[in-house]
Nanobody
Framework: VQLQASGGGSVQDGGSLRLSCSAS????????MGWFRQSPGKEREFVAA????????YYASTVKGRFTISRDNANNRVYLQMKSLRPEDTAVYHC?????????????????????WGQGTLVTVSS
C-alpha cells in the first residue's frame, strides 16, 4: 500500500490550495480516508476525514468551513481543498487510510485509527 500526498506549496494569507492523495494497493472507495497535519514542535493533529460510505465527513473545528475533503473513486484519489488559508495552517499534511473495518464516527479523529500513512506535503502560508 502506498499513499502519496501532493499539491503543497507556499501561499499568502487568504490563499487556496488543493492537496491530492493518490493511492496504490488499496481502493479509496473502500476505506475511511483522513488528512492530518504536523507543524514543527507540535503533535500531529486531525484535519478532515470521510467515511468509506457517504455521507460522513468530519472536520477539525479550526478548518471547518474553509477546508473540504472529497474522493475521486475513478482515479483512486482523495482531495483536500483548502481556502482562506492562514499562517497557522502551515504544516506538513499527510493522508491516511483506515484499512478494513468501519470505525465509529469519533474514531476518525484519532491518528491511531488509520492503518496506512503516506509521506506528507508541505504547506506554507505567509502573512
Amino acid at each position: 500500500v502506498q499513499l502519496q500526498a501532493s499539491g503543497g506549496g507556499s501561499v499568502q494569507d487568504g490563499g487556496s490550495l488543493r492537496l491530492s492523495c493518490s493511492a496504490s494497493g488499496l481502493t479509496v472507495s473502500s476505506q475511511g480516508m483522513g488528512w492530518f497535519r504536523q507543524s514543527p514542535g507540535k503533535e500531529r493533529e486531525f484535519v478532515a476525514a470521510m467515511r468509506k460510505s457517504a455521507p460522513g465527513t468530519y472536520y477539525a473545528s479550526t478548518v471547518k468551513g474553509r477546508f473540504t475533503i472529497s474522493r475521486d473513486n475513478a482515479n483512486n484519489r482523495v482531495y483536500l481543498q483548502m481556502k482562506s488559508l492562514r499562517p497557522e495552517d502551515t504544516a506538513v499534511y499527510h493522508c491516511a487510510a483506515t484499512g478494513t473495518g468501519n470505525p465509529i464516527s469519533s474514531y476518525y479523529y484519532r491518528a491511531s485509527t488509520y492503518a496506512y500513512w503516506g509521506q506528507g506535503t508541505l504547506v506554507t502560508v505567509s502573512s
